[in-house]
């Protein structure tokens, strides 16, 4: 038989229950004919259902985060590459009116020199045959020489369309990218919005009990990692870059998180991970998701400090093991870059960025 429901939980239940309900008779008038809505989603009943759908709603804001990131890391390259292709264009052009200028030049004088007259007719009229001989040979490499410009004057303007071509196709899937960010930015502010509302109508009480489950669940989610013996093989050594990248991002404790932002003041988690490893020396991809597809993967057994632990199925968060069974990450909006147990969430599994 299932143990009845302690006083507390139920006082907590009915608390939860109660201050929905008073948020959703606040947002009409009295009096006034609500318009029609669809019905909205249960509200959690317990704290642990509420910290459930918290968790849903924050691992759901970080994969639109890190799409988001993707999306803008697209945006800047597909940027300088529009800049170059524009620098391309503005010297072609110049080149092609400086070819133009001189086939233009060349054509005026072959008209004048009488070019267009054969060479034995120009030796019969000549009064000075040798002259004559001389003219030939000169009227001869200037046509050779305005074949050769004709043909560089064709090939730049061919040149100059293919430039333009893909610098209007390189403008378009620049567009496609800020698009993907505007969508993927409303989709992080969305589910943002909806947790912090929900944290909002937790009272203090509530909100304390919230915070010591977390606590415990992360505490036995690390008891169970540890107790697999992980911590007898992982090495406790860094690399000199490692011990430069996990010390950056030491230095950062304490700073908010603060989605799509890399740094100085504030981080998302593949943000201080990226800047972390850029400060050792190397650059790494922006998002969890491309550090986990891209850097070289270890076992997590072999893991060391200042290799990256990539978490959920996902690939959608990241930290930097800092040894003794912790990491340095940046969590979620509403917290600041601290330090955690590594084996608090769920390991996809770890990348090393200097292998």
């Not at 004919?33 to 918290?54: N, W």
């Not at 709603?57 to 945006?75: F, G, I, S």
């Not at 046509?143 to 100059?160: D, K, Y």
């Not at 369309?161 to 992080?188: F, P, W, Y």
Request: net charge neutral; hydrophobic share 40%; charged share 25%.
């Amino acid at each position: 038989m299932r143990p009845a429901p302690s006083p507390h939980r139920l006082r907590t239940a009915a608390a939860v229950a109660l201050a929905c309900a008073l948020t959703l008779t606040a947002r009409s008038p009295a009096g006034a004919d609500p318009a029609p809505a669809p019905a909205p989603a249960p509200a959690p009943q317990t704290l642990a259902g509420v910290r459930a759908e918290l968790q849903r709603l924050y691992r759901e804001a970080a994969v639109a985060t890190d799409r988001y990131n993707a999306a803008e890391e697209k945006v800047t390259q597909q940027q300088k590459r529009v800049r170059s292709l524009n620098g391309r264009v503005e010297t072609t052009e110049a080149r092609l009116a400086a070819l133009t200028e001189r086939a233009g030049a060349a054509a005026r004088a072959q008209y004048r020199g009488g070019g267009d007259l054969p060479a034995e007719v120009q030796f019969v009229f000549a009064g000075r045959p040798e002259r004559a001989l001389d003219g030939a040979a000169r009227t001869r490499q200037a046509h050779l020489s305005t074949r050769n410009l004709l043909t560089a004057l064709v090939g730049t303007r061919e040149e100059l369309g293919g430039h333009r071509d893909r610098a209007v196709a390189s403008l378009e899937d620049l567009r496609k990218n800020r698009r993907s960010m505007d969508t993927q930015r409303e989709k992080i502010e969305k589910r943002i919005s909806a947790a912090e509302r929900m944290e909002a109508r937790l009272a203090e009480e509530q909100r304390r009990e919230l915070a010591e489950l977390e606590r415990e669940e992360t505490a036995e989610a690390q008891a169970e990692w540890v107790d697999t013996g992980i911590l007898d093989q992982v090495g406790t050594e860094a690399t000199a870059a490692g011990r430069k990248a996990l010390a950056y991002a030491t230095r950062q404790i304490g700073k908010p998180y603060v989605w799509g932002a890399e740094g100085p003041d504030s981080f998302d988690c593949s943000g201080l991970t990226s800047q972390a490893w850029l400060a050792a020396g190397t650059v790494v991809p922006r998002t969890s998701q491309e550090q986990w597809r891209l850097l070289d993967r270890v076992p997590v057994a072999d893991m060391r400090p200042g290799d990256l632990i990539i978490y959920f199925p996902d690939a959608s968060h990241v930290g930097i093991y800092a040894g003794d069974g912790e990491m340095v990450h940046a969590p979620r909006p509403g917290r600041s870059v601290t330090v955690a147990p590594a084996g608090s969430m769920e390991i996809l599994g770890v990348v090393r960025p200097d292998a």
